[in-house]
């Protein structure tokens, strides 16, 4: 059994006078036990739409995302249901995900019932230590902390729900390249020892190139092309992923400036017609136009109509 | 040769904790050369944004400098409220991490360029718009005409970005101050930003402060990279050789922290703990707790910087990669 199923998955938002802008417009992705999966694409493509909708804080308009089986429902004023407390969420920001005047330790038990007194200091100081800080500091305020030191202690109150899946949202992006460096090995390794699952996401393919399994590119909501990490690393099928391997500045001193992709991600309320990249692609022909490219099934695949003929 | 555009001596800036004043910066010295992107790099407290504010007298209230910043023959450090002021937004400008929070949200983008040009050069009315029309598409935002008229709300944070810097180069400065300018942005709308700042000094002569934590992003454009830890420059010298041979451990382990295209499934190698703060430094060099060379004597002083080679300078007793360099250059003789 696949441990999260997203099927056909939509997710719009709805407006006051103007048509609803559908963030999240058919999406298909699965994540297996003890897998990463990482999720690409620029700011406004719907990767963080999705992650919410598939951790039910935002409810799909189609399409559906099981969990371990079961359909993940909304949550709403009650208590999850019990089925679903294993699926948990970390989001981007450790400064404002964590209650400033709220000590740690109640904040990472959130979730925890019916632990007093030396049960509960042992389980907090046991949650810490797994995220690499010393117990000591539970009864310290988020404040005490440093951004990367704020996202373990994000981390230590997912895990405390003993997680099947985690879905992480731009985890890293607001902390700096050493913090980045702990945060991600330990998500990953993490991962690997208790078999727990990962969603990704993330707009750095390089630091995606070191964690994942598998990559998923989405472009205005909709994935564009997956394969597993390297094989789509070293051949990316679709134009888009090619744009944003060649945009990663490296550092090797060398003094080259990054290429950048012209033009903007479309307003997805009025998204192109026919394949969803063509105003920014640079191989766009009169297909493009006329028919959208479709995301193949199987492991390997890329919406892009040259893409399938190379394939072929 | 002539004089650099600007040269720090010995700067220190204090700040006030509960154990008296603590030095955020301590004794940095540093020389940008007029049209030159000069990289400042290191972990987040630094103290490299401190540096930077000192320069146009922007640093919290209840910090003291001491030290010299002489830009273009006068001290900055010694100029007077209405001196910088004259200095601040004209002749050095800055542009900031967040392009959100740097931009007035309820005032359109043509007032809010506009009012910072009638301030420093006098110039009203449709000289004015003409100039910020120019400046706009200078930094390649389309449609400049239309985006006047519109709120800071209705781009996107590239775009924002572009804005932010339109502005700052609206008097013409010597030198921009780009403080973390792409971090808040996507790779892609950074790689946009990295070029834009590239051709500027190309076509313009500007020289620009590039402070980042990402070492990659200060590769692909500085010429020349300073990198701080602990309110010390560490290692400075050319951008290219220092970053395919850092000599300091610091400058290597912030690289090996890296995610990099070409090192695949390895795990990243993040620096052990994090920067020590202010008011509690370490004993003799700063970096020796996490610094996997470090030796008995790096306890006894703090280390100064040596030069290694014409205009290349590292502050480590040890030197654990020097003598790498030396071996494999040795090898490779024979």
Redesign the interface.
């Known amino acids: 059994m696949t441990l999260l199923e997203v099927d056909s998955l939509e997710v719009q938002y709805e407006r006051k006078g103007q048509p609803p802008v559908p963030a999240v417009a058919g999406v298909d992705l699965e994540v297996d036990r003890g897998q990463i999966v990482a999720l690409v694409g620029e700011s406004g493509c719907g990767k963080s739409t999705l992650a919410r909708a598939v951790v039910g804080l935002l409810a799909p308009r189609s399409g559906e995302v099981r969990f371990q089986g079961s359909r993940v429902r909304p949550v709403s004023r009650g208590a999850r249901p019990p089925e679903q407390v294993r699926l948990q969420m970390i989001f981007q920001d450790p400064y404002s995900s964590l209650n400033p005047r709220r000590r740690v330790e109640s904040q990472i038990l959130d979730g925890q019932r019916g632990l007093r007194g030396a049960g509960k200091r042992l389980r907090g100081g046991d949650l810490l230590e797994r995220v690499g800080l010393p117990a000591v500091v539970a009864k310290r305020f988020p404040h005490e902390f440093s951004g990367g030191q704020r996202q373990r202690i994000a981390i230590a109150r997912a895990l405390a729900a003993d997680p099947a899946l985690i879905v992480a949202d731009e985890p890293v992006t607001s902390l700096d390249a050493s913090s980045q460096a702990q945060v991600t090995n330990l998500l990953a390794s993490l991962c690997r020892e208790m078999e727990m699952g990962m969603l990704f996401i993330s707009h750095d393919l390089a630091l995606v190139r070191h964690v994942a399994d598998v990559v998923a590119v989405m472009y205005l909501g909709r994935i564009v092309e997956v394969g597993p990490t390297d094989d789509l690393w070293e051949s990316p099928m679709h134009p888009y992923t090619r744009a944003l391997i060649a945009a990663v500045p490296i550092a090797d001193g060398r003094r080259q400036v990054p290429q950048a992709l012209p033009g903007e991600v479309p307003d997805p309320a009025r998204p192109p017609v026919g394949c969803r990249f063509r105003p920014r692609c640079p191989h766009a022909f009169d297909r493009c136009t006329n028919e959208p490219p479709l995301l193949g099934v199987g492991p390997r695949a890329a919406a892009c109509w040259l893409a399938d003929e190379k394939g072929r | 040769m002539s004089a650099p555009l600007l040269e720090i001596d010995g700067l220190r800036i204090t700040l006030p904790t509960r154990r008296g004043r603590a030095a955020v910066v301590d004794g940095v010295d540093l020389v940008l050369d007029e049209g030159e992107i000069l990289g400042v790099a290191g ?3 630094c103290g490299k944004t401190m540096t930077a504010l000192s320069l146009v007298q922007l640093l919290p209230r209840r910090a003291q400098t001491e030290g010299r910043a002489i830009f273009r023959g006068t001290d900055l450090l010694a100029l007077g409220r209405r001196g910088i002021r004259k200095v601040r937004g004209a002749e050095i400008a800055v542009v900031f991490q967040d392009p959100m929070s740097s931009l007035h949200p309820m005032l359109s983008i043509g007032r809010q360029m506009t009012e910072h040009m009638s301030c420093h050069l006098g110039l009203k009315g449709a000289t004015a718009r003409a100039r910020a029309i120019e400046l706009l598409s200078r930094v390649r935002l389309p449609d400049p005409e239309a985006a006047l008229g519109a709120y800071p709300h209705q781009f ?4 924002r970005q572009r804005i932010a810097i339109a502005m700052a180069l609206a008097c013409e400065p010597k030198l921009l101050i780009a403080d973390e300018p792409t971090t808040a942005l ?7 930003i ?2 834009l700042l ?1 051709s500027l000094r190309t076509e313009t002569g500007l020289s620009v402060l590039l402070i980042s ?11 020349r990279l300073y990198v701080f830890y602990a309110g010390r420059v560490v290692e400075a010298g050319e ?6 041979r850092p000599r300091h451990p610091y400058t290597d ?3 090996r ?15 052990p703990g ?1 920067p020590p703060r202010a008011d509690e430094l370490p004993e003799g060099c700063v970096f020796h707790p996490r610094c996997s060379y470090a030796k008995p004597q790096c306890l006894m002083a703090r280390p100064a910087l040596v030069e290694l080679a014409p205009g290349r300078v590292a502050a480590c007793p040890v030197d654990p990669l020097g003598s790498v360099a030396v071996q494999t250059a040795q090898e490779a003789v024979r």
Do not use: F, W, Y
């Open positions: 972990e987040s407290g996107s944070g590239g775009m996507d790779v892609t709308v950074q790689a946009g990295l070029q590239d934590h990402d070492l990659a992003v200060i590769s692909s454009v500085a010429d951008a290219a050789a220092l970053l395919a382990a912030l690289l922290a890296l995610p990099h295209a070409e090192r695949k499934n390895q795990q990243l190698l993040p620096i994090s």
